[in-house]
């Protein structure tokens, strides 16, 4: 028998705020995926990438604003032939990660990997391994159709976070899960850990793709800034500032939408500048993670960058919030004009 020497490609999905990236990061860490090449697909149009992987040596193909599962063939194909030009000039190729956007159906772009001849000739499906946040998973599989087509396609599956939820919830997600692809092995990630080998070789006993619903390599049902349509529809978009924040502005901020939109804000990533110094959010539904400090800056782009996917609320609601908090001196009372702004964005949000 003739061996395979086509490059393996492993599939990463979730839903949105699900880990992927973490899991990818420590798979670059092991020696199985040292020559790796990492695709990946964000739902938003700002480039976070490279600070997320800033500590590997990993080649980066970025590919955002829009999902891939929309525009599948065509897009998939731009991003391996821009690996194929880059990795001409940074050696050999052994492994490749392809991160999906946590709103991706899987079909689509398993079925324009497997179906395209020039990626076809060069590499080769090798697993499917999809996220599952052990915190936030079930309301997800209750109300977002990609998320649980997602898990339907999974050779494996793993439940990050499962060390910050409750022993019933994990067992009541394991079951919800097994009915949907009761074949598929799961695996539970405590503080950020799992069994990477064993996970990569579940991972190849993914479902083999069906057609894609809305045509192979067709035209999707969405552009760079919106995932479905009418009153359901998921938005996208960025806040971007000159301005610092204050540092009690942003906590209050992130504090309100928590309380108010967590159900509705179904991720939030970004850079904030407060008071000078860059510091990371981040949500998932109505988990909102305290401000973490970077340091140094990442780059020489000093302005706040905050990427927003909700559904079910308008931008004007969360951006005018933002201004009216994050940019007001709150180490002193709040002036008249400030403080009204407050109550009628309090109002809009508890009417709801």
């Not at 999905?13 to 699900?18: I, K, N, Q, T």
């Not at 897009?75 to 032939?81: L, P, V, Y």
């Not at 990609?146 to 079951?175: N, P």
């Not at 007001?328 to 002036?335: I, R, V, Y």
């Amino acid at each position: 028998m003739i061996a395979d020497r086509r490059i393996p490609v492993t599939l990463v999905s979730g839903f949105l705020g699900s880990g992927k990236t973490t899991i990818i990061r420590r798979l670059l860490a092991t020696p199985a995926f040292a020559n790796a090449a990492v695709i990946v697909n964000e739902f938003g149009d700002i480039d976070f990438n490279q600070i997320a992987f800033a500590q590997s040596d990993a080649e980066i193909i970025s590919a955002n604003s829009g999902c891939f599962c929309c525009t599948a063939r065509a897009r998939i194909g731009e991003a391996f032939d821009a690996l194929n030009s880059r990795a001409q000039s940074h050696g050999p190729l052994e492994q490749v990660l392809v991160e999906t956007s946590g709103l991706s159906a899987p079909a689509p772009i398993l079925q324009a990997i497997i179906n395209d001849p020039q990626i076809v000739a060069k590499y080769q499906l090798s697993g499917l391994i999809t996220l599952v946040d052990s915190i936030t998973g079930l309301d997800a599989l209750n109300e977002r159709r990609e998320a649980r087509e997602q898990i339907s396609f999974a050779g494996a599956i793993v439940l990050s976070k499962a060390d910050l939820a409750y022993d019933r919830d994990v067992t009541v997600l394991r079951s919800a899960i097994a009915e949907i692809n009761p074949l598929a092995s799961i695996f539970e990630s405590h503080d950020g850990g799992v069994d990477l080998q064993r996970l990569c070789a579940a991972a190849g006993d993914y479902a083999p793709a069906g057609p894609p619903s809305n045509g192979a390599g067709g035209a999707g049902e969405h552009g760079s800034g919106e995932h479905g349509s009418g009153e359901g529809a998921v938005r996208a978009w960025t806040i971007t500032r000159r301005t610092p924040a204050t540092r009690t502005g942003l906590t209050l901020w992130m504090d309100l939408m928590a309380a108010y939109r967590g159900s509705e804000v179904l991720r939030m990533k970004g850079i904030v500048n407060v008071e000078g110094r860059p510091v990371a959010v981040e949500s998932v539904r109505h988990v909102f993670h305290p401000p973490l400090d970077l340091g140094p800056w990442p780059d020489d782009d000093r302005r706040t960058r905050v990427v927003v996917i909700a559904s079910g609320i308008e931008r004007k609601s969360i951006d005018e919030a933002f201004d009216a908090l994050c940019f007001q001196p709150l180490a002193k009372p709040l002036d008249r004009q400030a403080y009204q702004r407050f109550q009628k964005i309090m109002s809009r949000m508890q009417s709801r």
